[in-house]
């Protein structure tokens, strides 16, 4: 087995007085989507945002492509290849569409210097992205927003994608073109961590699961294997995949 592109041992987050994460242990195997999965407040996001640097690790080790990262500052963690898609999107509202791309393109000064065949490799995930590609990105609906936060994360190629809770709020046909996107960018030799609620898109799209409780991973395997036992999902999500289409 090829050594995990990412790797948390034994890693504790404290926010304040809280202590959000108890001892993650977890690993992202490369060239996969990993699924994080778990009920709200288990500490996925805090984990999202502790591996980027956004937070700091009180305990354990953050290992990104065998280097230690646990106490990198995020600018620097992003220069690695890591981009993170976080929940809100984390967009420029007043800026265009094109003007948002061209600020995550790190390379680039002027739009012209984006490899014009990762933009049209783009349009073709999210053919919304050219149609509104002057359009203030505040006007943009809430799926077409969450399709510009994932152009942005992958306009110049990146190891790892930290992706937070993608279909949120998002009618069925943009989930199924969201769907079908990170289809396409599992074919490209980037790894993904994927923090998703809903199961549907999670059995569709995983690869690995790491279930996630009260700041613990108390469940790492195959998404195959989950998404076929739904005794397990109950247990673990207090959900059974049947109830949930």
């Known amino acids: 087995m090829n050594a995990p592109l990412l790797k948390l041992d034994g890693v504790h987050t404290h926010i304040g007085a809280y202590h959000i994460l108890h ?4 690993e992202v195997p490369r060239g996969q989507l990993t699924m994080l999965l778990g009920r709200n407040g288990a500490g996925k996001t805090t984990t ?8 700091q690790a009180s305990q354990g080790r953050i290992t990104f492509d065998g280097m230690d990262i646990t106490a990198r500052a995020t600018p620097d963690i992003a220069q690695l290849g890591i981009a993170y898609v ?22 680039a000064r002027r739009i012209e210097e984006i490899d014009d065949k990762r933009l049209e490799w783009i349009f073709s995930l999210f053919p919304a992205m050219k149609k509104f590609w002057l359009h203030p990105a505040g006007k943009l609906s809430g799926g077409q927003k969450q399709m510009l936060a994932v152009s942005r994360a992958i306009v110049e190629p990146r190891k790892l994608l930290l992706i937070d809770e993608p279909s949120k709020g998002l009618a069925p046909a943009i989930i199924a073109n969201m769907i079908a996107a990170f289809r396409e960018l599992k074919q490209t030799d980037t790894t993904i961590l994927l923090v998703e609620q809903n199961f549907n898109f999670a059995k569709q799209l995983g690869d690995t699961v790491a279930v996630m409780d009260d700041g613990r991973i108390v469940h790492r395997g195959l998404m195959q294997e989950l998404a076929e036992d739904e005794e397990l ?4 999500l207090g959900l059974s995949l049947a109830a949930h289409h």
């Open 233 to 236: 999902q109950t247990r673990l």
């Open 86 to 107: 976080p929940e809100n999107m984390g967009i420029f509202a007043d800026l265009s569409v094109k003007e948002n791309m061209l600020l995550a393109a790190r390379s």
């Open 48 to 55: 999202l945002r502790t591996i980027m640097g956004l937070w």
């Open 23 to 26: 001892g993650v242990d977890l």
